[in-house]
C-alpha cells in the first residue's frame, strides 16, 4: 500500500463478541503500524474496547437512535477498508447509508442450524469467531498470531480492585479466586445451589470475589453468603473495567459462555468455563487461553448458539449435570 490504510470496523457488541475482534486488531495494527483504525461500537459495549491503545479512535451509538447521523460522521472518512464484523440487519443498514465497499465474513447460518438439528453430528467445526473475524480483513494482509484477546485495565480501575479487596481482606493471604454466576440467558446459567456449594468448597483454601452486573446482586450476595468470612460480592459495584481489574488479582476464576468468561482470559487469568447449550463447533469457546471447559455430552446438545429463557427439555442436564465437585477439581488442575 502506497500509505497507511484507513480501516473502519463495525461491531457494536456484545461485550464477548467485541474481545474477539482484538485479535484482529492486533494484527492489523501489527502489520500497519501508521493505520487508522477506528471502531464503531454500541454506546453501552464501548469500555470493552475504548482503553485499547492499539486503536485510533472508538466511534459510539446510543442505542435505539437513528444511524442517520453516525453514517453521516463515518461518510467524512475516505476508508480504504470498511469491515462489518457484526453481520446484522444494522450493520447492513449502516453500511449502505455509508456506502462504499464493504467485507465481512460468514456466520455460517445454515451450518449452525444443522449443527442444532443434529445433535451437533452434521454442520462440522465453524472455526473459531475471533479467526473467522480475519475473513473481513481483505487486502490488509493479516493474519492470527496464535495469541488470546486482550483488554486493557486502566490504572485507576486496578487501584479501586485493590482497594475492594484490601477492604474485605480477599487474596492477602490466601489464593484468591473469581466467581461470575450471572449470564444473559437462563440457560446458559449454572444453578446457584451449585455456585454456594462451590463457595462453601472453596473458603476451606481459597479467597472468593463473587462478579456481575446489577442485576445479579442478590445471587452474588447469597454465593458469598454461603463462603462466609472469605468470601465477598462485587456485584453491581463495578464497571467493566472494574470487574476486569478483579479477574487481573485473581488466580483463577469459574464462569459461564460469557463475556466475563472471555474478559478474564483477555487479562490473563486462567479459566473454568461451564458450557451447557452451546458447543465448540460454534467457535466461541475461550481463544488461545489457559482454560478448561467443562461440559456434558448429551443427544440434546446444542439446543441454541445464545441460550434462551429455559431448557427446551425442561431438564437443563447439560449444567445441573456439572457438579461443584468437578469445578473444583479443574480449578486445582489449572496451569498457572
Known sequence: MSSPPAVLLVRFSSIGDLLLTTPLIRAIRTRHPKARITMVVREDMAETVQHNPRLTEVVTWKRGTGLGPLAATLRQTAWSHRLDLHGSLRSHTLRRLVGGSWSSYS????????????????????????????????????????????????????????????EHRLGVARTLIALA??????????????????????????????LGGPGDRDMATAIAEAGGDTAASAAGLFTLSGTAALLKRARAMVGGDTGVTHLATAVGTPAVALYGPGVEQFGFFPY???????????????????????CPLGHHRCLVEILPEAVANALSSLPR
Open 288 to 310: 488461545q487461553a489457559r482454560a478448561t471447559v467443562l461440559q456434558r455430552d448429551l443427544p440434546c446438545r446444542p439446543c441454541s448458539p445464545h441460550g434462551g429463557p429455559e
Open 107 to 166: 456466520k455460517h447460518r445454515i451450518r449452525r442450524a444443522m449443527l442444532i438439528q443434529s445433535g451437533a453430528r452434521r454442520g462440522g467445526a465453524l472455526g473459531p469467531v475471533a479467526e473467522r473475524y480475519f475473513e473481513a480483513a481483505v487486502g490488509l494482509d493479516v493474519t492470527p498470531d496464535g495469541e488470546p484477546a486482550e483488554f486493557f485495565v486502566t490504572s485507576e480501575a486496578q487501584r479501586a480492585a485493590e482497594a475492594f479487596l484490601q
Open 181 to 210: 454466576p450471572g449470564a444473559a440467558h437462563a440457560t446458559k446459567r449454572w444453578p446457584v445451589e451449585h455456585w454456594s456449594a462451590l463457595a462453601r468448597r472453596l473458603r476451606t483454601t481459597c479467597d472468593v470475589v463473587v
